[in-house]
């Protein structure tokens, strides 16, 4: 143990009492030096006490009941703007355990940091991967034991993500979930409707049939199987084959098909089961799902007879491959895409027929969405790989109704009574026809997106693409109908292959995107105390391999054993506590306030060494951020910043206030 992390043990023992009753009475909205790893080893309890105290009997007794709504902070706002100058904190619940620890975790965030983005909440498929959802489930995995021994009543996942959900809109957060427009390559909803996914019929490690009416062979496989083994839940098969797929809810609902495949929505070793032998009843007949591709050309691919693997089953899987590959073409071989779009000429050049949408899979994914909404009252939706755009004349003139699945699900939950509801996409802001056809700038507007991730994340601050990418943002932010996030670290930057880029200037991120208060920002759990990993840390020390569960050591880079460690670098957490202290002492003043810079970004002078700002409207305060830690003793160009009316000095990040500037 580090002696700072000794100090803070310390300190925590002497004033705990202190920094938490500053919490309770609400004179502080965190609590001061309560590392992460400490607060998740709270009691059920605890927790609960000292939200009694925060919150007041009613609202606690009220936030507790899943049969509660308690609204969010941002009911009643007209549109997703507010999401424009939110700073967001991005939680994978496995790495922390359960629902309940996102509450315990949150008690160490500042208000500032006004919004939760969970990453995928629903049942995982192949290698576990969060991303690859295998149906509209919860994860089972993020149920809390001891919260169900505590209070009885709350003996499912759901419900206790109901409650979660209801104790941080208490707790002033809006909350964001994963929208994902593709699911695991067998998941429950790809077999119980093969309409909506695009299939191919293998013959040994060739492409022996993909065009468009392959997925009618796999309903007849599907209904086949069925007539041998029977229902799952023992429903007699009185009906046609096209009734049980019919996308028609008034013939055969979505939840009666899917027990009468799987089984029980409970019973989840049952429904897995049932789930593989479908799978290997269908493989052995060739047909599988088209895999899901990433960036142009994203169709045209074949399979690699040299790269394949052999499961625990002996199924063994193809990878596949591009014919033409371009620049960033990827091949994501354990998931299948929605089919969005019927194809030109039966697929046999694998064109896309843009005007002829595939309406049940529109209609299919919106109202899934949808309902995960209205159960548990999220806020916004993060929208996965909102880089896609598959025409290859780019953006159309005329955006139409079913120009792309996210926009629609954005527009579909927004028109059934949440217009608050706002769409934080995922995309990098690359160059033309790098992650998508056309311009990613306006793809972003064409899709209603309020703000998008960006890529600040994936340079070294110290760099020239740093600087000028920063630079590019903020004009982006001026002059587009989205906002680009300043994105301090994602859970997919937390890997080891992407240490150099956090091995300096990460108070100057964190400082910066907090006080940037017109740009969003984005920063992931494990950040406040990320080794600087000078050397590779233990893969465990990574919230990327967390994503997925890998546990075969002959995946030396990615298998994790045991749980998330956290890092231990309390020099940078205590760096960061301060900021947040001292961001409560001026956010009411602040929050909102329109940047004027002093020292921009891409100022020549400087070279990109450090920057300098206040705002339009005067509140009396100048920021300033040095990448390499230390700032000149004057500021060129900048007067009345003195040693005087310096109020804050942490490492390279210092403020003044300044009455006449």
């Known amino acids: ?281 269908l493989t052995a007949q060739g047909l599988e799902t088209l895999p899901m591709t990433m960036a142009p050309p994203y169709r045209g691919i074949h399979i690699d007879p040299t790269d394949f693997v052999i499961d625990e089953y002996d199924q063994t899987w193809y990878q596949y491959a591009f014919d033409e590959p371009q620049l960033m073409s990827r091949v994501f071989g354990p998931l299948a895409r929605y089919r969005f779009f019927e194809a030109k000429d039966n697929n046999l050049q694998w064109e896309l027929d843009f005007d002829r949408p595939n309406y049940p899979a529109w209609a299919y994914i919106c109202q899934k969405v949808h309902e995960c909404q209205q159960a548990y009252n999220f806020d916004f939706m993060r929208g996965d790989m909102a880089h896609v755009q598959m025409r290859p004349d780019g953006v159309p003139d005329m955006v139409g109704h079913y120009y792309d699945p996210l926009r629609a699900i954005k527009r579909y939950v927004r028109g059934n009574g949440v217009p608050h509801f706002a769409f934080f996409a995922e995309t990098f802001l690359a160059p033309p026809n790098v992650m998508g056809y056309g311009d990613e700038l306006d793809h972003l507007e064409a899709i209603e997106a309020e703000s998008t991730l960006g890529d600040l994340q994936s340079v070294p601050v110290t760099s020239p693409e740093f600087r000028q990418r920063f630079a590019d943002y903020y004009t982006l932010l001026k002059t587009r109908r989205f906002a680009p996030n300043f994105t301090v670290i994602t859970a997919d930057k937390d890997d080891p292959r992407f240490d150099e880029f956090y091995r300096t200037g990460n108070l100057f991120r964190y400082f910066t995107a907090l006080f940037l208060t017109d740009m969003p920002s984005y920063v992931g759990l494990g950040f406040e105390l990320r080794n600087l990993h000078q050397e590779r840390g233990d893969n465990e020390e990574y919230s990327k391999l967390y994503v997925f569960r890998i546990e075969d050591d002959r995946e030396p880079d990615k298998v994790t054993h045991g749980p998330y460690e956290w890092g231990q670098n309390t020099e940078q957490f205590i760096s960061i506590v301060q900021i947040r202290l001292f961001a409560e002492q001026i956010w009411p003043i602040i929050a909102g306030k329109e940047t004027c810079w002093l020292v921009a970004p891409d100022e020549p002078n400087v070279n990109g060494k450090y920057i300098v700002w206040t705002h339009v409207e005067p509140t009396g305060y100048v920021f300033a951020a040095s990448v390499s830690g230390s700032l000149p003793d004057a500021i060129p160009g900048v007067e009345g910043l003195t040693e005087a009316n310096l109020i804050f000095d942490e490492s390279g990040c210092r403020v003044w206030q300044v009455i006449d500037l």
């Open 1 to 281: 143990m580090s002696i700072l992390s000794h100090d803070l043990r310390a300190d925590w023992q002497l004033n705990h009492a202190i920094y938490t009753e500053a919490y309770q009475s609400g004179r502080a909205s965190f609590i001061t030096n309560l590392l992460p790893p400490y607060a998740l080893q709270f009691s059920v309890y605890q927790t609960l006490e000292l939200l009694h105290k925060r919150l007041g009997n009613e609202t606690l007794r009220r936030a507790l009941s899943p049969a509660e709504t308690i609204a969010s902070p941002v009911n009643g706002c007209s549109d997703g703007e507010w999401i424009k100058s939110s700073n967001m904190v991005g939680i994978n619940v496995r790495t922390i355990g359960s629902f309940w620890q996102v509450i315990n975790y949150v008690l160490t965030l500042p208000a500032c940091h006004d919004s939760i983005h969970l990453l995928p909440v629903w049942e995982p498929g192949v290698v576990g991967s969060l991303y690859g959802m295998v149906s509209w489930q919860i994860n089972p995995e993020f149920f809390d034991v001891e919260l169900a021994r505590y209070v009885p009543a709350l003996d499912t996942v759901e419900k206790q993500l109901k409650v979660v959900m209801n104790l941080l809109h208490a707790m002033g957060r809006t909350v964001g979930m994963d929208v994902i427009p593709h699911t695991d390559r067998f998941s429950e909803m790809v077999l119980a409707c093969p309409s909506l996914f695009e299939w191919v019929r293998r013959e040994g490690d060739v492409l022996a049939d993909h065009s468009s009416l392959v997925y009618k062979y796999v309903e007849e496989a599907i209904w086949q199987y069925l007539k041998y083994v029977g229902a799952a839940d023992g429903t007699p098969l009185t009906f046609a084959k096209d009734t049980f797929f019919s996308s028609d809810l008034a013939v055969l609902t979505d939840d009666r098909r899917l027990r009468i495949l799987f089984g029980l929505p409970n019973d989840y070793r049952g429904r897995q089961q049932r789930r593989i032998s479908l799978i290997r009843h």
